[in-house]
């Protein structure tokens, strides 16, 4: 009895974990192909075959129109893709250059004409403007805008700042207690009501924010392919929280090797003098460097992707403090006219408000040494 329980339990935690990775294959990050298919005079061409092909990888995936002439086609990666419809009697028609984002979902009505199988229909497709299959509301950050568009600190959550209704909250601190990273407010929702997603999985911060470095960055820019920001009416399959869903999908190998490296830098030589600054400019160093690669491992069926990020920061700052000076020792301050007028001090504050620091020798000593620690920390 105990080892049938014992199984029993484990078949049941293998059900829910392939349902959750079920789950997570759907939640935007593929995309979705569908449409008609009709001949000539309008009428439906039921039966007909369907080959959806990645341009990049040769990844394939083939469907049959119904009774009605419909046709669907979903998990499919992100990427370039080629639609071929055959049926007998007809003239094979091709679709090229059908390009699926995350999330998005493609029409695709194909129109044959008579003749044959072996005579072919080449038609390059162009993207809709418009997304009229679902009421959902989002937004897309493509690849072009991630790689082309100034990031300063290439922190990829600010693209979704280009999104209508995304708004940085700026009133809040940025500690390891809250979180390091940008927080958005999406419709005026709160900050820590989105969530985060890379490929299905959710990635929230300890906080409720999006993923970010120590240093406040969300790196990545060349490891991430593209995302999209569903800001409202998405369906209930992403759940959890009740805000906006950032969904992010990593970029793959493809048939053709390609890669980058880069080095991004900062430094004080080239900032103006803060309002503040007297003396020499504070130290400021930054260098973001790395590099990524993908290709074939065995065409059309295994590849690889390797990115790599690195981030060097070394930054002074300048803080101004202020301190009483003599008048104000003595209990003298300036009133609205600018005129100097004598206030009630505390007793205690007597015997220091006529004798130099120089002239002190216990706080003289606490002087010294609070700088030497002051000095050491910061070395």
Same mark, same amino acid.
């Given at each position: 009895?105990?080892?049938?329980?014992?199984?029993?339990?484990?078949?049941?935690?293998?059900?829910?974990?392939?349902?959750?990775?079920?789950?997570? +294959?759907? &939640?935007?990050?593929?995309g979705?192909?569908?449409?008609?298919?009709?001949?000539?005079?309008? @009428?439906?061409?039921?039966?007909?075959?369907?080959q959806? &092909?990645?341009?990049?990888?040769?990844?394939?995936?083939?469907?049959?129109?119904?009774?009605?002439?419909?046709?669907?086609?979903?998990?499919? %990666?992100?990427?370039?893709?080629?639609?071929?419809v055959?049926?007998?009697?007809?003239?094979t028609? $091709?679709?090229?250059?059908? =390009?699926?984002? =995350?999330?998005?979902?493609?029409?695709v009505?194909?129109?044959?004409?008579?003749?044959?199988?072996? #005579?072919?229909?080449? =038609?390059?497709?162009?993207?809709?403007?418009?997304e009229?299959?679902? @009421?959902?509301?989002?937004?897309? $950050? +493509?690849q072009?805008?991630?790689?082309?568009?100034?990031?300063?600190?290439?922190?990829l959550?600010q693209?979704?700042?280009?999104? %209508?209704?995304?708004?940085v909250?700026?009133?809040?601190?940025n500690?390891s207690t809250?979180?390091?990273?940008?927080?958005i407010? =999406?419709?005026?929702?709160?900050q820590?009501?989105?969530?985060?997603?890379?490929?299905g999985?959710?990635?929230?911060?300890?906080?409720?924010?999006?993923?970010?470095?120590a240093?406040?960055?969300?790196?990545?820019?060349?490891?991430?392919?593209?995302y999209?920001?569903?800001?409202?009416?998405?369906?209930?399959?992403?759940?959890?929280?009740s805000?906006?869903?950032?969904?992010?999908?990593?970029?793959?190998?493809?048939?053709q090797?390609?890669?980058?490296?880069?080095?991004?830098?900062?430094?004080?030589?080239?900032?103006a003098?803060?309002?503040?600054?007297?003396?020499?400019?504070?130290?400021?160093?930054?260098?973001?460097?790395?590099?990524?690669v993908?290709g074939?491992?065995?065409?059309?069926q295994?590849?690889f992707?390797?990115?790599?990020?690195?981030?060097?920061?070394n930054?002074?700052q300048?803080?101004i403090a202020?301190?009483p000076d003599?008048?104000?020792? &003595?209990?003298?301050?300036?009133?609205a006219?600018?005129q100097?007028?004598?206030?009630?001090?505390n007793?205690?504050?007597?015997p220091?408000?006529?004798? %130099?620091?120089?002239?002190?020798?216990?706080?003289?000593r606490?002087?010294? @040494?609070g700088?030497? #620690?002051?000095?050491?920390?910061?070395e």
């Amino acid at each position: 009895m105990i080892r049938f329980r014992a199984g029993a339990t484990l078949f049941a935690l293998i059900l829910v974990v392939l349902s959750m990775a079920g789950i997570a +294959s759907g &939640q935007a990050v593929t995309g979705t192909i569908l449409g008609r298919v009709t001949d000539a005079t309008g @009428a439906v061409v039921p039966g007909a075959t369907l080959q959806i &092909q990645n341009s990049e990888t040769g990844y394939s995936q083939t469907a049959q129109a119904d009774s009605e002439g419909r046709y669907l086609v979903r998990n499919l %990666p992100p990427g370039s893709y080629d639609v071929t419809v055959t049926q007998a009697g007809f003239q094979t028609q $091709v679709r090229r250059g059908l =390009v699926l984002s =995350v999330g998005s979902e493609i029409t695709v009505n194909v129109e044959l004409a008579v003749g044959s199988t072996q #005579e072919r229909v080449e =038609v390059t497709a162009v993207a809709a403007a418009i997304e009229t299959t679902n @009421a959902t509301i989002s937004g897309l $950050v +493509s690849q072009e805008q991630m790689r082309d568009l100034p990031l300063n600190g290439r922190s990829l959550d600010q693209l979704a700042l280009l999104n %209508p209704g995304v708004f940085v909250s700026r009133y809040t601190q940025n500690v390891s207690t809250l979180g390091r990273g940008m927080r958005i407010s =999406v419709n005026g929702g709160r900050q820590d009501a989105n969530v985060y997603l890379i490929d299905g999985t959710v990635v929230n911060d300890h906080a409720a924010n999006g993923p970010n470095s120590a240093g406040g960055n969300a790196l990545g820019v060349e490891g991430i392919l593209e995302y999209r920001v569903l800001t409202h009416n998405f369906s209930a399959e992403y759940g959890r929280n009740s805000g906006a869903v950032v969904s992010m999908v990593t970029r793959a190998g493809t048939n053709q090797f390609h890669g980058s490296a880069y080095e991004f830098l900062r430094n004080n030589v080239f900032d103006a003098r803060n309002f503040f600054n007297t003396g020499d400019l504070p130290a400021f160093r930054r260098n973001q460097y790395g590099g990524a690669v993908g290709g074939p491992v065995k065409k059309d069926q295994i590849f690889f992707f390797v990115n790599y990020e690195g981030l060097r920061k070394n930054q002074g700052q300048t803080f101004i403090a202020t301190v009483p000076d003599l008048n104000a020792r &003595q209990g003298l301050v300036p009133n609205a006219q600018g005129q100097l007028v004598k206030v009630t001090t505390n007793p205690a504050s007597l015997p220091y408000q006529h004798v %130099p620091i120089a002239e002190r020798p216990h706080l003289r000593r606490w002087y010294r @040494a609070g700088n030497r #620690e002051y000095k050491r920390a910061h070395e």
